[in-house]
């Protein structure tokens, strides 16, 4: 079972907002016990809304599920030093710093991993831990603009767009879990670690290979066409009576299939749409003919017709449609946890093998400091060290049951 995957694997989280604890939430989906170590203020996702949940953003219940919390201040020496004892018996950390930052604090690969060889040590930053640009800062948004990506987003007439979904940061998650379990692999044979360089500009590059291998090779900037496939038509959007459907009909017949149903026989054969090269180069043309077409008809009279003749097509939906969608529900991807002071909370599941990985309710994400404690008495360290921290302030500790 994929939620038992990683039975037994510690994974140290000193990540915040999108890109680090996607990666992290991967490992503990798939089993890792996961230490979410966060400063006593909390980390910024928490306070990145609308929308909230119990006070704390939904961005970070969405993205810290299943993981352990630990507050801890790392501008305190003794913080240093507990997270170096945690270090020492990990098998993965991930952190999300500024690059340099960890080092400059004692927390480097290079100290850590001298008392623990076998550590697989993640860096995700926004350009990489080395270069020119190594130390600029940046998020998801920045990324979108810098990677070229924004270029692609939107309609020809409008302003540069984002996607709204955090998809570089997610993506760049992704990439880490993958590398991470690589590394994971090779440790298996020679029983080192290694530091791993994951950087949100890369992953926002391979999330567009397509559109940019295409201008490698020919040199033509690719234009905003808006819901279209610069390689294909018609792969896009046409409103109907009462909304819009997507449409994609430019190979194995489909498009001679589209104009029988749209009792337009003729455009079969007109040289400007006979193949999906030239519906391309005249995209504007076909969307003209076909654009009032498909507005005398409801969505759900064009989607039954369409699918009869294996013309693929579907409702552009909306989160509302989203929440209700058949298939959604039956790939059990909307998942449940159950949080001891604020009830049932849903966020999207965990992907691969759905059904199974999210039959089981997950763990909410920590409240801040939640399992200070017992984190560190599982690590070897004593009541009275834990107090003492805990007078000191250096951890912190909060359960969400009792605590407002």
Known sequence: MMRHALDGLIVLDFTHIGAG??????????????????PPQGELGRQLGPAWIGGDSALYHAFNRN???????????????????????????????RPGVMRRIGLGYDVLSAHNPGLVYASISAYGQDGPYAERPGVDGIIQADSGLMSLIGTPASEPCKVQAPVVDVFTGYVAALGILAKMMERRRDGRGGHLDINLLNAALALQQPSIAGY??????????????????????????DGWIMVAAYNGGRWDRLCEVLGRVDLIHDQRFETSVARVANREAMRDTLGPLFK?????????????VDVLCTRVADYADLVGHPQVAANAMIAEMNHPA????????????????NAVPHAPAPALGEHSADILASFGFSRGAIADLLDRKVIGSRHPRTDP
């Not at 604020?342 to 990985?357: A, D, Y």
């Open 21 to 38: 604890p996607t990666c992290t939430m991967l490992l503990a989906d798939m089993g890792a016990r996961v230490v979410k170590v966060e």
């Open 296 to 308: 005398a008809q409801p969505s759900e009279h064009w989607l039954a017709v369409l699918r009869k």
């Open 342 to 357: 604020l009830g049932t909370i849903q966020v999207p599941g965990f992907p691969i093998n759905s059904r199974e990985s």
């Open 67 to 97: 993981k352990l919390g630990l507050s801890l201040d790392l501008k305190t020496p003794q913080g240093v030093e507990v997270a170096r004892t945690l270090a020492r018996t990990a098998d993965v950390l991930v952190e999300s710093m």
């Open 216 to 241: 490698l090779a020919d040199g033509v900037l690719p234009k905003r066409q808006g819901s279209a496939a610069p390689y294909s038509a018609p792969n896009e959007a046409f409103e109907t009576a």
